[in-house]
């Protein structure tokens, strides 16, 4: 056991040791519950995305560390010029194969996590619309909203105010009535914030 603790903190293999040591960490803490697996986010570079970038991450740290221990053995006994060139070199090819097979392994395993939540109608609260119908009251209206994607819809809205909204007027929706399947409208004067 002294041999390859020696070898995993010999040069090259000694600069993704301490990374190995922060991933096994990181699983710990997810193991006992305080921290999660989603908590970076997800890495769309490298093709690595549709996956939790802890996941992503993790693995290929785990292949490059592998890969730079069998650079470190290869090395053992040679000049240390060439130690420290083959080194440099072995460690960019062990991290280039780590992210080839992490991208690999990650292709099945897109299919088996879970997708990001579905969207909801909820996601429209707090956002602001622009009436489409000729008006807009108590029992009766459509406005369009734009998604925070870009996307837009045509939902349907009523106002708790005595005056109808006239189409193009715009407002703000903030709150939904799953009963009625509709959303509340408030008017708005954008331009009066803005100043």
């Known amino acids: 056991m002294g041999g390859f603790v020696d070898t995993a903190l010999r ?9 190995l040591v922060v991933v096994i960490g990181f ?7 305080a921290s999660d697996v989603d908590a970076v986010g997800e890495v769309d570079a490298l093709g690595l995305g549709g ?8 693995l290929t ?12 053995v290869m090395l053992e006994g040679l000049d240390p010029t060439l130690v420290v060139v ?4 072995g460690l960019a090819i062990a991290v280039v194969v780590g992210l080839l097979i992490t991208r690999l392994l ?3 395993l897109r299919r088996v996590l879970p997708d990001a939540p579905a969207a909801s109608r909820h996601d429209f609260v707090g956002l602001v619309c622009v009436v489409r119908t000729g008006r807009v009251d108590r029992d009766f209206g459509q406005a369009e909203v734009t998604a925070a994607d ?5 939902v349907q809205v009523r106002q708790a105010g005595d005056d109808p909204l ?7 929706i903030y709150d939904y009535d799953t009963d009625g399947e509709f959303f509340w409208i408030a008017p708005v004067d954008l331009d009066s914030t803005r100043e």
Request: proline share 7%.
């Open 27 to 33: 699983w710990l803490l997810v193991l006992f519950g």
């Open 11 to 19: 040069f090259p293999v000694v600069v993704l040791t301490f990374a």
């Open 150 to 154: 870009g996307s837009s819809a045509i």
């Open 166 to 172: 006239p189409a193009g007027r715009t407002a703000v």
């Open 106 to 108: 990650l292709i099945p």
């Open 51 to 58: 996956v939790p970038a802890t996941v992503a991450l993790s």
């Open 86 to 89: 083959g080194g440099i070199v």
């Open 61 to 72: 740290i785990a292949f490059a560390w592998f890969g730079s221990l069998v650079v470190t």
